[in-house]
């Protein structure tokens, strides 16, 4: 017998960390990211209704968008919660550095556009902030040109790049977030915070301005 599922319409619908750096890991607009960047970006405005929820799925039957939302709930992408996150006071400029500085262990990161040029950043003078955005934009080039072998080839389907000590741990890592038709490289110095409730907050910032 089939499972029969059914909505918990007194919670808001949350991303996971793991659910915010999968919606935007990856410029594949697929039914889970989309419903994913729904979340993400209104999620927290009202509990999840199932009409909220058919639309956000854009799927054919309530019951489709059910299977759509379990399925994320099982991989510990979707949680429903009482409370919702809130976004810091102030504009997404404002708010940009901070919440860059506590993704990572050392306090710098930076984020940047396809373009090279930073659009935030924490730790880095202004002129280190220039450089590596460049770089930024040479390394998401390079990870373009090279899609067909890391992705088919061998089977690698992460598109993040780092530079490691001796030891493997990451010095200066580079990770693409995919907002809409946006592209950007977040670039973190040092041990990265990405299972953490500020990447969570720093997805959503962007998602709100560019989705």
């Not at 889970?32 to 009409?51: N, T, V, Y």
């Not at 500085?101 to 090279?116: F, M, P, Y």
Request: aromatic share 8%.
């Amino acid at each position: 017998m089939a499972e029969q599922l059914s909505l918990n319409v007194s919670l808001f619908a949350e991303a996971t960390p793991a659910g915010a750096y999968f919606a935007v890991a990856s410029p594949v607009a697929d039914s889970a990211r989309r419903l994913l960047m729904h979340i993400l970006k209104d999620g927290g405005q009202a509990p999840l209704s199932e009409d909220l929820l058919l639309a956000w799925a854009e799927a054919e039957s309530t019951e489709q968008a059910l299977q759509l939302l379990y399925r994320l709930q099982r991989l510990g992408f979707v949680q429903g919660v009482n409370v919702p996150r809130k976004l810091p006071e102030g504009n997404l400029e404002s708010m940009l550095p901070n919440l860059l500085a506590r993704i990572t262990d050392t306090g710098r990161a930076l984020l940047a556009d396809d373009n090279g040029f930073y659009v935030a950043t924490s730790g880095f003078h202004h002129e280190a902030a220039e450089e590596i955005a460049a770089l930024a934009g040479d390394v998401l080039a390079l990870s373009n040109r090279h899609a067909l072998l890391l992705q088919r080839n061998l089977n690698i389907r992460s598109s993040s790049w780092s530079i490691c000590d001796a030891a493997g741990r990451s010095e200066l890592g580079f990770y693409p977030v995919y907002v809409g038709q946006n592209t950007f490289m977040l670039i973190i110095g040092g041990t990265p915070y990405l299972q953490s409730e500020d990447f969570v907050l720093l997805v959503k910032a962007l998602i709100r301005r560019y989705a």
